[in-house]
């Protein structure tokens, strides 16, 4: 916070997070506290140990947790990966590993199959995903005849910590995270991207098959009566 005296109930209005009964952040309750033993940032070097994750409790039952905007899943700062998938795009894996390098005092600090993990990563969760709530409010869309190095490198300049702490308040995740749909709000990669003039995607020629109540026999399936067993294996 801007100031140097702090209260809960500030913290978690300034990342977005409020009770869903009170309509305010004055009932939550500090609930728990656990760590992040390493976090690097790739673009500085920097190296952040044991990062303080709050859980707190509203009246409403709910147990969000209050964590940096920077952090998510992984093991680096969220812009940082954005940044290094650029670089990637750009300048290709290897280059991008040895720019990496720098951020570990010249030892490798993720592998070349990392960073293509990231490269999709990134294409599938940020661009396919979460860009679908991020765009309209950075006022940016996405355009596939523009290269992908040049408009991540655009939004990498727009996403700052209140966007991002926006985000982890509606959907509960990080924007390079999974979306799970915890709080109600799943961004589904169908309808997470429009590009104009492109038509949507036509429904799958075969219709879903039909749901049948749990334990409901299949007609298909059904048993008829034993069949008599011949007479030499009967019993004697």
Not at 3 to 10: D, F, H, I, N, Q
Request: hydrophobic share 40%.
């Amino acid at each position: 916070m801007a100031s140097g005296a702090w209260t809960l109930a500030g913290l978690l209005a300034e990342a977005g997070l409020t009770c869903a009964v009170c309509g305010s952040a004055d009932c939550a309750r500090f609930h728990g506290r656990r760590y992040r033993k390493r976090v690097r940032d790739l673009s500085t070097g920097e190296v952040f140990q044991d990062l303080p994750i709050l859980r707190v409790r509203f009246c409403s039952g709910a147990t969000p947790s209050l964590m940096p905007a920077e952090l998510w899943r992984g093991r680096s700062t969220l812009t940082s990966v954005v940044e290094t998938v650029v670089h990637v795009q750009r300048d290709g894996v290897e280059a991008a590993h040895d720019w990496t390098s720098f951020a570990g005092r010249g030892e490798a600090v993720v592998s070349c199959r990392t960073l293509r993990r990231w490269c999709a990563l990134v294409q599938a969760r940020l661009v396919g995903a979460a860009l679908a709530w991020l765009g309209p409010r950075l006022g940016f869309q996405w355009s596939d005849s523009v290269p992908s190095a040049e408009q991540l490198e655009a939004l990498l300049e727009r996403l700052t910590e209140a966007v991002l702490l926006a985000f982890r308040a509606l959907t509960g995740q990080a924007v390079l995270d999974r979306q799970s749909g915890t709080r109600g709000t799943r961004l589904a990669a169908s309808s997470a991207r429009r590009v104009a003039g492109r038509p949507d995607p036509d429904p799958p020629h075969d219709p879903p098959p039909a749901r049948r109540p749990r334990g409901a026999w299949w007609p298909r399936n059904r048993r008829g009566p034993p069949r008599p067993q011949p007479k030499e294996d009967r019993p004697a």
